[in-house]
C-alpha cells in the first residue's frame, strides 16, 4: 500500500514558478514509477510527466516540455514537479500517481493540490 500527499499548490501569476512535492509513505518508494497529472475543470485528465523506477524523465505533455521539470528523491521518498514560466493555460489540480515499477497502470492516487496561475 502507498499513501500520495501533494503539496506546493497555490495561485501565482503568469510567469511564475512553482514546485509541486508528493510525499509518499511505505516501503520500495524507489521501485514506483511516479507520474503527475493534472485535470482542469470540464477537462480530462492530462498524462504531464513521469519518471521511472530507474529514473527515466518522460514529458507526456508538449506544452510543459522545457518549462516543466520532473524528479525524484529516493531518500525522501518524495518526487516533485519543477514548473516554471506558468501560463493560465496550465491552471488545473495536479494529482500525483505511483506504479510498481513497469506496471501499465497506476494504482496509487493523491488527493491532488491545485494550481491557478492568474494573466
Known amino acids: 500500500q502507498v499513501q500520495l500527499v501533494e503539496s506546493g499548490g497555490g495561485l501565482v501569476q503568469a510567469g511564475d514558478s512553482l514546485r509541486l512535492s508528493c510525499a509518499a509513505s511505505?516501503?520500495?518508494?524507489?521501485?514506483?514509477?511516479m507520474g503527475w497529472f493534472r485535470q482542469a475543470p470540464g477537462k480530462e485528465r492530462e498524462s504531464v510527466a513521469t519518471?521511472?523506477?530507474?529514473?527515466?524523465?518522460?514529458y507526456n505533455a508538449d506544452s510543459v516540455k522545457g518549462r516543466f521539470t520532473i524528479s525524484r528523491d529516493n531518500a525522501k521518498n518524495t518526487v516533485y514537479l519543477q514548473m516554471n514560466s506558468l501560463k493560465p493555460a496550465d491552471t488545473a489540480r495536479y494529482y500525483c500517481?505511483?506504479?510498481?515499477?513497469?506496471?501499465?497502470?497506476?494504482?496509487?492516487w493523491g488527493q491532488g493540490t491545485q494550481v491557478t496561475v492568474s494573466s
Open positions: 500517481a505511483a506504479r510498481f515499477r513497469g506496471a501499465a497502470r497506476y494504482d496509487y
Open positions: 511505505g516501503r520500495s518508494f524507489s521501485s514506483y514509477t
Open positions: 519518471v521511472s523506477w530507474t529514473g527515466t524523465n518522460i
